[in-house]
Nanobody, 124 residues
Framework: QVQLVESGGGLVQAGGSLRLSCAAS????????MGWFRQAPGKEREFVAA????????YYADFVKGRFTISRDNAKNTVALQMNSLKPEDTAVYYC?????????????????RGQGTQVTVSS
């Protein structure tokens, strides 16, 4: 069992930045690939970014490439999402997720545990 708690969400103007963080407890996070999803009101959940267990491989959705960066710290059992150049369409609840499989599995929505989410609102 893995518990995930996200933090760092908030309200920011378009063009601004936010850094989300997710703390994992329970089983050692280094046993899991980790990633982020988001869901806006009235829309389906969508993949944002994922990182492999060692941090060597990273995956991004096309709509965040060049703007968002995912990173992890296995010593602290955390994964972060640095979000720059934010746009109003980035407004959503952002969820942290983990999978015992490869990070590529997370890109397909295949994960075992998910956090409660943190709200990100980008004003125009």
């Amino acid at each position: 069992q893995v518990q995930l708690v996200e933090s760092g969400g908030g309200l920011v103007q378009a063009g601004g930045s936010l850094r989300l963080s997710c703390a994992a407890s329970g089983r050692t996070s280094s046993n899991y690939a980790m990633g982020w999803f988001r869901q806006a009101p009235g829309k389906e959940r969508e993949f944002v970014a994922a990182v492999s267990r060692t941090g060597g491989n990273r995956y991004y959705a096309d709509f965040v490439k060049g703007r968002f960066t995912i990173s992890r710290d296995n010593a602290k059992n955390t994964v972060a999402l640095q979000m720059n150049s934010l746009k109003p369409e980035d407004t959503a609840v952002y969820y942290c997720a983990v999978s015992p499989k490869m990070a590529a599995a997370i890109t397909r929505g295949d994960y075992d545990y998910r956090g409660q989410g943190t709200q990100v609102t980008v004003s125009s």
